[in-house]
């Protein structure tokens, strides 16, 4: 699978800030035959912040030739990282999104591979998506008793640019929609 590029975009601006922004995803996920012992010391040689990375070039041979030949590297042992993912799965299950989504930023910012990092993101994703649109909502329904419809008009399109076919955000811009419309043939 050569040529697999870590970083996508719809062009060369959106490629630089993703290379500046977002965690790449483990080269055990470009390339299967990657070991999850080398793509860990790979992933962590590749940690957006310089404190999550190796100290030097030294130490990123030791793990790497270490990691080729099987053996166990404690700094990057998955056991050590458990209670952490323990942690932000408790503080996601008690609602503390914020928490959860700190403990695994910074996970994974240091490099860590973890088979329950990636559907634990997702969830915690989902559950701020879901609060963004529940708030976008209760913004567009206040602006409405407000009589503030072209504020509460952008909130209810701010949902749909979100989800575009989320029904109550549907229902909510077409009832704004109506509302000033007779309020300009009122005018």
């Given amino acids: 699978m050569g040529g697999a590029r870590p970083f996508q975009g719809r062009n060369s601006e959106a490629i630089f800030d993703a290379i500046l922004h977002q965690i790449p995803p483990p080269i055990c996920e470009l390339n299967p035959a990657i070991s999850q012992s080398v793509s860990r010391v ?3 040689s590749l940690a957006k912040q310089p404190r999550h990375r190796y100290a030097s070039a030294l130490e990123f041979a030791d793990h790497l030739q270490r990691a080729l030949r099987g ?6 042992d998955p056991s050590r990282i458990q209670p952490r993912i323990q942690r932000a799965i408790r503080a996601f299950e008690q609602g503390n999104y914020q928490m959860a989504t700190d403990i695994l930023s910074d996970l994974e910012a240091a490099g860590h591979i973890d088979p329950a ?6 969830q915690i994703d989902q559950a701020l998506q879901r609060n963004n649109m529940r708030d976008l909502l ?10 503030e419809y072209i504020l509460a008009l952008q909130k209810a399109e701010a949902a749909l640019k979100i ?10 811009r077409d ?4 509302k000033i419309a007779e309020r300009d043939q009122n005018i």
């Fill in 42 to 44: 790979i992933h962590r």
């Fill in 138 to 147: 209760n913004r567009a329904q206040m602006g409405i008793e407000e009589e």
């Fill in 163 to 172: 989800e575009p076919t989320h029904e109550e955000a549907i229902r909510l």
């Fill in 117 to 122: 990092l990636k559907p634990l993101r997702s």
């Fill in 71 to 76: 053996e166990l590297i404690a700094a990057l």
């Fill in 175 to 178: 009832l704004i929609q109506t």
